[in-house]
């Protein structure tokens, strides 16, 4: 088939290298001319395990091309994907003015049956939206279809989620657009939901939601568990065991952050606003994640005293691990804090420096953890990389000033980290000092 994908980021780059993968010509289309420059010269923008072989290859084989003309790909394709972003606006709706745009664009141009997938994560009724703008706007009169398709891959494991998915939700409204996504996706052999458009908007936002729920829960536990003297990973593991809760998403730690989770929960609640409902349940999961970054800025000044003049080592800056994506990551918000308190910020990510640069200023940006660790006061870890689970506690010790360690993703064991000589603070955990 072919398919135009509308924004080349981490959904829509995936989402092209993947089709094609699967044999179908896909042209990968974005207004930004750099990031399609780069394309074209086999730089791929984002760190993502297994993207840059398979865009390469599949550009090569010729079934995958970057352009920034957006008409000339819509004339060619039968299906447009749009993979546009949706960021929150100052009153944390979604905006939509991106997928507004391309959806202008497409009405302009087209002149031959199209099918238009929503594949942002939007709000519900906005496929209502999109189909009155392409009628409103399209001087052709011609047929169309719109469907929901909404997206589930993770960063850090993207191709693979794309590829191998629980499931795929497709809304769709005629048969004619249900016959061609089944035909897209049947290569994959992936349960498919069909639904309506509203229900599978509402399936994206109600299970972001829901996970958004699950890590707010054990990050409420994890307070209860320190209040009380208990163990959030003995508590996590013996739900988990329970198949109707799963240990999945119950990592108690410093709280959700990333490009999904936080806007999408806040676009959750507004649309449910203007709907009539008041999710208050979701205010307070959000509630509970912020004050959980909160709690783990004061858990650092506790345990140096005064913040003022002092050496911490981060680790980890990027949201979560094997990604280099930094937005909405909790070590902005929590760097920031520490700075206004007068510490000196030494940082190493495996992949994020780069991107972490321009949203952290004043930091001291180093080439593995041991750097970091040299003349620190405390080292804290952020973001949960493999590559800090197997460090040489030896070396760090005699490295760092003071034997401190704050993990704010339980990765280490307390006794183990205790023997090595450290006082060492996680969450929902006792403290060993
Ligand atoms: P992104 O910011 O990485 O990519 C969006 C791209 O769209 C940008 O490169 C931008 O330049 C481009 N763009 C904007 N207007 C355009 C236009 N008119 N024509 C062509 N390109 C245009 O965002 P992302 O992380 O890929 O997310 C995209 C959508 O997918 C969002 O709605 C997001 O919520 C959703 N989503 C994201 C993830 C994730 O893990 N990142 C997972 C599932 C769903």
């Not at 993502?48 to 008409?71: Q, S, V, W, Y």
């Not at 054990?218 to 307070?223: K, P, T």
């Not at 750097?371 to 870890?381: G, N, R, Y």
Request: charged letters at 30%; a negative charge.
């Amino acid at each position: 088939m072919k398919i135009t994908v509308a924004g080349a980021g981490y959904v829509g780059l995936v989402t092209g290298a993947c089709f094609a993968e699967l044999g179908n010509d896909v042209i990968c289309v974005d207004i930004d001319q750099d990031k399609i420059n780069k394309l074209n010269q086999n730089i791929i923008p984002i760190y993502e395990p297994g993207l840059e072989e398979l865009a390469i290859r599949n550009k090569k084989e010729g079934r995958l091309t970057f352009t920034t003309d957006l008409k000339n790909a819509i004339k060619e394709s039968d299906i447009i994907f749009i993979c546009v972003g949706t960021p929150p606006k100052e009153n944390g709706e979604a905006d939509l003015s991106y997928v507004d745009s391309v959806a202008r664009t497409i009405a302009e141009v087209m002149d031959s049956y199209k099918v238009i997938v929503e594949k942002s994560t939007v709000p519900v009724q906005t496929g209502e939206e999109v189909k009155h703008t392409i009628k409103a706007y399209n001087s052709h009169n011609v047929e169309f279809d719109v469907v929901s398709n909404p997206e589930f891959l993770r960063e850090g494991s993207a191709v693979n989620d794309f590829m191998k998915p629980d499931r795929i939700v497709v809304g769709c409204e005629s048969e004619k657009a249900k016959k061609i996504m089944q035909k897209i996706y049947e290569p994959l052999k992936a349960p498919i939901l069909f639904t309506d458009i509203k229900s599978s908007e509402i399936i994206k936002h109600a299970s972001n939601s829901f996970l958004a729920t699950k890590i707010s829960f054990i990050n409420a536990i994890a307070n209860i568990c320190e209040l009380s003297g208990a163990d959030v990973e003995k508590v996590a593991e013996g739900m988990g065991l329970d198949k109707r809760i799963g240990r999945s998403f119950l990592n108690a730690g410093i709280g959700y952050g990333g490009f999904c989770f936080p806007k999408d929960a806040e676009a959750f609640i507004r649309i449910s606003e203007k709907l009539g409902y008041d999710f208050k349940l979701l205010r307070e999961v959000q509630e509970i994640n912020s004050n959980q970054r909160r709690n783990f800025v004061q858990k650092i000044e506790k345990a140096l005293w005064v913040i003022k003049g002092k050496t911490i080592g981060i680790l980890g800056l990027a949201f979560k691990p094997n990604t280099d994506d930094m937005r909405f990551a909790p070590s902005v918000d929590i760097i920031s804090q520490l700075q206004k308190e007068g510490a000196i910020i030494k940082a190493y990510d495996p992949e994020a420096i780069d991107r972490a640069k321009s949203a952290l200023k004043d930091v001291y940006y180093c080439n593995n953890p041991y750097d970091v660790a040299k003349d620190a006061d405390a080292l804290v870890i952020i973001t949960e990389w493999n590559e800090f689970k197997q460090l040489d506690f030896k070396k760090i010790k005699s490295l760092m000033r003071n034997s401190l360690i704050i993990d704010g993703r339980n990765i280490y064991n307390p006794e183990e980290l205790k023997q090595e000589g450290f006082s060492y603070i996680s969450i929902g955990r006792k403290e060993v000092v």
